[in-house]
């Protein structure tokens, strides 16, 4: 047999350079938002208005921790959500507080949905005793157990079963919670994924996989690192899907309630995907060569914060008057987050030893 | 002599490497057309093409084992991982298969393949992004196990590597990326795998410090050299084949000796260490080894913390007043 020419052989998709002239590339494709106004959603006005007053809040907070970054207040990896927010609003106005939830490094916003305040995580983010984690976790590892957010997660794909283990522990003691574990479309390339979806489908498990695909992975598209649409997954283990439009609180907000309460009822899990944009490089030292300006504005013109402000106001929820005293509120707030944090003492050097163990003097090797 | 920084010494090795060997080709996470995470590859992509310079999803265990039947396919793969905190994921293709295919199949099949990527802490990056894995990984069988400290060092051994049959873990340094240091331009430059080096002679008392502590040592001799304590620095560079025979010709020199380890206390670099040469030079002690290594703890993200965990100068230099009995 003669050898082929093998030259011209490529493994991975090509990207960067391949657009065809003058169109805009997408790095995610939305659906459809949904049509429904808040009554018929079952919103009230009380919540469209918390529902701003937290999409802010997650905003206004990741920007000033951005600028707390570049001036050398922290170190570290810095993952921003903006752009990202409504589906942690959505999704926690959706859920029962009590409901379980975990999620990757980029986990601020979901922190502040479920409780940290922006004082805790400010100061985690710093590194500071006082931080949501006590300092030790940092960034990537904000948390608050008592609200059921059981944290952000460093290693791609690592919490995904985790988020089931939750599930299980609530089908286990018949607790009527459902659990939800959130990850980026990078992290659908891991094994543990699917490993857990065969399982939680086999052993009806009262979870939620999220993927929030935000067209990429570090600098790679959705379509160089992974094949077929990603809510096609399902299909094999039989599991239930939807997409959501990601930039559309409303949206977010319609779908998983419905599969919330369709989890909770049947205790069988469901694989959603909810498509999304980030605003902001991967970390803080990425020179986003992979995607145009052009690309970024696209999403940025449908921002969802402006979307629920808009209809706010056309709707005649509130007026300017609202969002003026909101924001100039909020922006306080998180300043007062930046202060607090900056005056804040760091851990004690002995506290490096707490919380390896439960036990109060456990065995360090030396 | 060029003066190189340590991740383009790393680059020209593969590069020279991949003009040398076709059937050597890299892949791994964001190594293409990112031109790789830390700039390791960059520029490979242009010269060698599509086919043999690979993005990978993040899909550790996967392209590990990918990797694996690669090189037992006949080609020649540098996987790189972004770090080997993420390698973990991959560790069975590594320790249960790369290690073993040879063996169980009774020699029939050879696996000649490069894990690569930065290693342990890279500053506040938290407990799951900063663990030292080359004395873990040198406890198995079947590997042979690489953590250099400086570009020179990186070029000739990556080259090693590259060429050596079996499988090979070369780590690296985030934090050392940068470093500059001259680089033999001697054509085909080599460094054989398993020669350590004496970086600083000295009589007064060895150090042993390889990767990211070779640094802290360093800086920890020239402050003792101050007080006139003269260091020898000896740098295995290789884990595994270890310089054994350097170290205790050393240490029967200076008769003392610490060494620097950036992996946790237990069954770790130092330990083996300590009791070789227990074993090897006992008569010629002249006070028990000491060892410096990371606290039996996570990594904290605080930076007081942190730098509280990183091992320092000062802790490697109380451990030299230590074996000299200057306290
Ligand atoms: C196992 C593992 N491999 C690689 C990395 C490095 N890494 C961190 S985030 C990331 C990209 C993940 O992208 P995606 O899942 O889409 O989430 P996004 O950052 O877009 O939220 C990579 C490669 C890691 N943290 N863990
Ligand atoms: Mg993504």
């Known amino acids: 047999m003669a050898k082929k020419k093998t030259d011209d052989i490529v493994f991975a998709p090509r990207g960067i350079g391949e657009e065809s002239d003058g169109v805009v590339q997408k790095g995610v494709d939305l659906p459809p938002a949904t049509k429904k106004k808040h009554k018929a959603l079952g919103l009230s006005e009380d919540d469209l208005k918390a529902m701003y007053e937290q999409m802010y809040l997650q905003r206004r907070f990741e920007e000033r921790s951005m600028q707390q970054y570049q001036k050398g207040k922290f170190g570290g990896f810095l993952h921003l959500y903006i752009g990202q927010e409504a589906i942690s609003t959505g999704t926690v106005f959706a859920f029962d507080d009590k409901d379980d939830i975990i999620t990757g490094y980029r986990d601020h916003g979901w922190g502040l949905c479920r409780g940290i305040t922006p004082k805790e995580g400010m100061a985690e983010l710093f590194g500071k005793a006082t931080g949501c984690s006590k300092g030790k976790g940092g960034s990537m590892h904000f948390a608050k157990a008592e609200n059921h957010f059981w944290g952000g997660y460093g290693i791609v794909g690592g919490h995904i079963p985790i988020g089931a283990g939750l599930a299980f522990a609530n089908k286990y003691n018949g607790t009527g919670k459902i659990s939800a574990t959130f990850f980026g479309d990078g992290a659908v390339d891991q094994g543990a994924l699917h490993e857990t979806m065969n399982m939680a489908q086999l052993w009806k498990l009262p979870v939620i996989f999220v993927v929030e695909n935000n067209g990429y992975s570090m600098g790679t598209a959705a379509k160089r690192h992974t094949v077929a649409e990603i809510v096609d997954r399902a299909k094999g283990y039989e599991m239930k899907s939807a997409v959501i439009n990601g930039m559309d609180v409303f949206s977010v907000y319609e779908k998983m309630k419905e599969i919330a309460d369709d989890v909770r009822e049947n205790s069988k899990p469901y694989f959603v995907e909810i498509r999304t944009y980030r605003y902001r490089g991967h970390s803080m030292s990425d020179p986003q060569k992979y995607r145009t300006k052009e690309e970024l504005e696209e999403y940025q013109k449908i921002d969802p914060i402006l979307k629920l402000k808009d209809y706010i106001l056309s709707n005649k929820v509130a007026d300017e008057a609202f969002f003026t005293e909101v924001e100039d509120r909020i922006e306080q707030e998180v300043l007062d987050a930046v202060e607090f944090a900056d005056e804040s003492p760091f851990p004690e050097v002995e506290d490096m030893y707490d919380d390896m163990f439960v036990e109060d003097n456990p065995y360090f090797h030396v | ?327």
């Open chain 2, 1 to 327: 002599m060029a003066e190189l920084q340590f991740r383009e010494a790393i680059k020209h090795a593969i590069d020279e490497e991949m003009g040398r060997d076709e059937r050597v080709f890299v892949m791994g996470e964001e190594v293409a057309e990112y031109n790789g995470a830390y700039k390791v590859t960059e520029g490979l992509l242009d010269k060698y093409g599509f086919k043999r310079v690979i993005d990978t999803p993040i899909s550790e265990l996967g392209f590990a084992g990918i990797g694996v039947g690669a090189a037992m396919g006949g080609l020649r793969p540098i996987v790189e991982f972004m770090t080997f905190n993420f390698a973990v994921l991959a560790a069975d293709q590594i320790i249960n298969h790369a290690t073993k295919v040879k063996y169980m199949t009774g020699g029939q099949a050879d696996c000649p393949i490069v894990f690569r990527g930065p290693n342990a802490s890279a500053g506040q990056l938290g407990a799951t992004h900063s663990v030292a894995y080359d004395s873990m990984y040198a406890q198995f069988p079947g590997l042979k196990v690489i953590y250099v400290s400086e570009p020179d060092d990186a070029k000739g051994l990556m080259k090693s590597a590259i060429r050596d049959d079996n499988p090979v873990l070369f780590m690296e340094s985030e934090q050392m990326y940068g470093l500059k240091g001259e680089v033999s331009d001697e054509e085909d430059y080599i460094i054989p795998i398993g020669k350590g080096k004496i970086k600083r002679e000295g009589s007064d008392v060895t150090i042993v410090a390889h990767g990211k502590m070779y640094h802290v040592a360093v800086q920890a001799a020239n402050q003792l050299a101050k007080d006139g304590v003269e260091v020898e620095i000896i740098d295995p560079r290789t884990v595994k084949p270890l310089d054994l025979p350097l170290i205790i010709e050393s240490v029967k020199k200076t008769n003392r000796c610490v060494v620097v380890d950036e992996a946790h206390p237990f069954a770790g670099f130092a330990s083996e260490i300590g009791f070789l040469i227990q074993r090897e030079a006992f008569d010629y002690l002249d006070a028990p080894v000491q060892r410096v290594t990371l606290p039996d703890v996570n990594a904290p993200f605080s930076k007081k913390l942190f730098d509280a965990w990183f091992p320092s100068p000062k802790q490697v230099i109380d451990a030299v007043n230590q074996v000299t009995y200057r306290t």
